[in-house]
């Protein structure tokens, strides 16, 4: 029997059906079942300890209900799908081929059953001194027809279900391919945008998150640099040296560059979104707070936009 799932695949569309819908084992096997038109149903000692990894991964996690685990897939579980997006359809496509496969080895199976049973009537015929009766050959040809029209029709079935499978596996690869194409063409701008003001802007990104988070800190630290440092300032310009950074632990400083700065600003702007959240969460919004949350927002969009804008 050619194998249903290569290495791995099972665990990546044990993934896909948890995206569907949180689920238990037993209905993950009997929807691998539907899938495979009752031509492959893997056993529960194939799933169950695959579930129990990706739960142990952090990939999926369950709620007992009714005496039974009922897994559902966490925010990790979608990340390493949309990753892996393209492999996913190709293996949509393994897996339309698998059942063409297995309706093949069924159609073989029963052309040789109806041959050896064909060869013994016929060798039981010749030992007999009496004939067959007619009865118990026409029940014998009545069999031999069901069971040649059962396997011609999951022929037929799964050859449909696979040229659907392939016409739709490359549509999505030709789909995730251009969306990527041009979601890496816009990060490499931005990257670019980016990694030639980074220099320039010193810590300006800290300080602007200080001030909008807490008012004081990054924000208030320029500020009173600035009033208090005025024969410093014009000689630190004169010479040409960076501006000083604020006094204190600088905001998300525990975020280690990963050497691709388009992913650093991205980590900046969630960290500062779940910031924001947090101080909402934790303190309350009324409408005085968010039109003024509202202003230091804008002004920052403005100021950052402006950071990121190629110098002329």
């Known amino acids: 029997m050619p194998p249903v799932f290569a290495h791995g695949r099972l665990r990546l569309y ?32 194939t799933v169950y300890p695959r579930l129990a990894k990706l739960e142990a991964e952090g990939l999926v996690t369950y709620a007992t209900e009714g005496g039974r685990k ?3 897939i966490t925010e990790a579980g979608r990340a390493e799908l949309a990753d892996r997006g393209g492999e996913l359809a190709d293996l949509e496509l393994e897996i339309r081929d698998s059942v063409s496969e297995l309706a093949a080895e069924i159609r073989d199976d029963v052309r040789g059953a109806a041959g050896a049973l064909r060869r013994e009537m016929r060798a039981a015929a010749s030992a007999s001194a009496t004939p067959v009766e007619d009865a118990s050959w026409a029940a014998a040809k009545e069999e031999l027809r069901k069971a040649k029209q059962e396997w011609k029709e999951q022929a037929r079935r799964a050859k449909d279900e696979s040229r659907r499978a392939r016409e739709e596996a490359q549509a999505a690869r030709r789909q995730a391919k251009e969306a990527q194409e041009r979601a890496r063409e816009e990060v490499m701008r931005i990257a670019s945008q980016f990694q030639e003001q980074f220099a320039k802007s010193g810590g300006m990104l800290g300080n602007l998150a200080g001030s909008w988070l807490g008012g004081t800190g990054a924000g208030s630290g320029s500020g009173a640099g600035t009033s208090t440092g005025g024969a410093g300032t014009g000689k630190d310009t004169a010479a040409g040296a960076a501006p ?45 707070r968010l039109a003024e949350a509202r202003a230091h927002l804008a002004a920052a969009a403005d100021r950052l936009a402006e950071t990121l804008r190629p110098r002329r």
């Open 70 to 72: 009922v897994y559902s």
């Open 14 to 45: 044990l993934l896909k059906l948890l995206d569907e819908a949180p689920r238990h084992g037993y209905e993950v096997i009997r929807l691998l079942e539907e899938r495979f038109q009752g031509l492959y149903a893997p056993s529960a000692g």
């Open 244 to 288: 000083s950074a604020p006094a204190g632990p600088r905001w998300a400083e525990d975020l280690t560059p990963s050497g691709d700065p388009a992913r650093d600003l991205d980590r900046l702007l969630d960290r500062f979104r779940d910031d924001v959240r947090d101080a909402a969460r934790d303190h309350g919004v009324t409408p005085a």
